[in-house]
């Protein structure tokens, strides 16, 4: 499927037929979102998969009671990572890992590191926010492209995911993306008109 294709037939997914996504499937999803651009390459995300039932339906009640969270065929919920000293740590070990040169390597971490030190514990988790939304698009036109379905739902508790999944307090959840194939169509897609959009 063409890029465009998949962007216009991405839906907001409001209940899915309960059918499970091939594994293989779900991994080439967590491929493209593995490769989502981020600020400096530090890839502040992380994503919790959750396929079992009785999981998702202690879920439901803190994501608003959406169908889509006991309907889908695999939980997505995408969290922002804000430990900065490991991701920075990490990435520079990664780097030289791929025979990136010494100075370069030097020069993006000391960077990271100073525009992390630069910011309050708040403007890091907005900044690891925004970033793992980054990360949600590539899964949300991915999943189309894969031929299957998705929502990005914001509407849930993040505290009662945190607690309910014992998710580490450096980790944020975000944005929720339940995947699987929809039971229902796709409606009109309401949109402003480029001219208003574009200035
Ligand atoms: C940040 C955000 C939060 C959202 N939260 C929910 C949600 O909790 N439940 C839901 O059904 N849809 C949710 N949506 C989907 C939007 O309602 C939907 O993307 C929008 O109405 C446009 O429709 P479309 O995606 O079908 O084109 C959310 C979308 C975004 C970007």
Redo the contacts with the bound molecule.
Sequence with gaps: MQFAECVMQ???T?KFDGRTIPEAKVNELLELVRFAPSALNVQPWKIKVITDKKVKETLRPAS?N?E?ITTCSHLLIFCADSDYDSLIKRLGALMTANHIPKDVVDKVTGMAAQFAAGMSKEQQAAWSQAQTYLALGNALNGAKSLGFDS??????DPKAYSRILKIPAHLTPV?LCPIGYAADKQGP?IRFPGSEIVF
């Design positions: 991405r839906y907001a409001k608003n959406q889509q929502c990005p739902m914001g509407g849930f944005m897609k």
